[in-house]
């Protein structure tokens, strides 16, 4: 047997508050003088939502990506009005249930495939960002989001709600769940069988 990439504990409320502080000058809002700082809201429920054991990096990765996408819908429509990116994260049953929600665009539902809505926007080089200007990515921050989630972690990504606003400012919103198992958290190495 082999095991899958090291674990050590983490405390989520702290890594969280480090990624969001490392966000911050990117977390910014302007139309034309005026400029509006997103608010990040974390609500974690209960100490086994809280901390776990799992490959730092990876879940490093995982917040990052859903946040800089956000950051990136927030200010593609210029919301200058209450932008926000929060985090929910609590325990269901045997899973560690992670929301992250924003108010920024929301996403067309073209872009809104498969079982868990998220089969398009979760594709490599996949961006519904025009081509050319800044917001424009390389496309890989879901795919990479799925791929930890799912093989990694043996958890779900969906798109648990979405309204699209298009390129106005005001209504649009979307919300990603992640769903891991908890005995994936847990601290002794997960074991893969070859």
Do not use: C
Request: hydrophobic letters at 35%.
């Amino acid at each position: 047997t082999t095991t899958r990439l090291a674990k050590t504990e983490i405390n989520l409320r702290e890594m969280l508050a480090r990624i969001t502080n490392s966000l911050s000058s990117l977390a910014v809002v302007k139309t034309g003088a005026e400029k509006s700082q997103i608010k990040f809201a974390t609500s974690i429920l209960g100490d086994r939502a809280n901390k776990i054991h799992a490959n730092e990096s990876a879940i490093i990765s995982v917040f990052t990506n859903l946040f800089l996408n956000s950051i990136k819908s927030l200010r593609y429509v210029r919301r200058t009005e209450n932008p926000s990116i929060s985090v929910d994260i609590s325990t269901e049953g045997i899973y560690l249930v992670i929301q992250v929600h924003d108010n920024g665009k929301g996403i067309e539902g073209d872009n809104v495939t498969g079982q868990r809505g998220t089969d398009k926007i979760t594709e490599a080089f996949y961006s519904s960002y025009p081509k050319e200007g800044p917001l424009k990515g390389m496309g890989l921050g879901m795919t990479l989001v799925r791929e930890i989630v799912e093989e990694q972690y043996r958890g779900e990504l969906s798109l648990k709600a979405t309204t699209y606003d298009g390129d106005k400012s005001g209504n649009g919103s979307a919300t990603f769940e992640i769903r891991i198992p908890l005995k994936e958290l847990k601290g002794e190495p997960v074991k893969d069988v070859k």
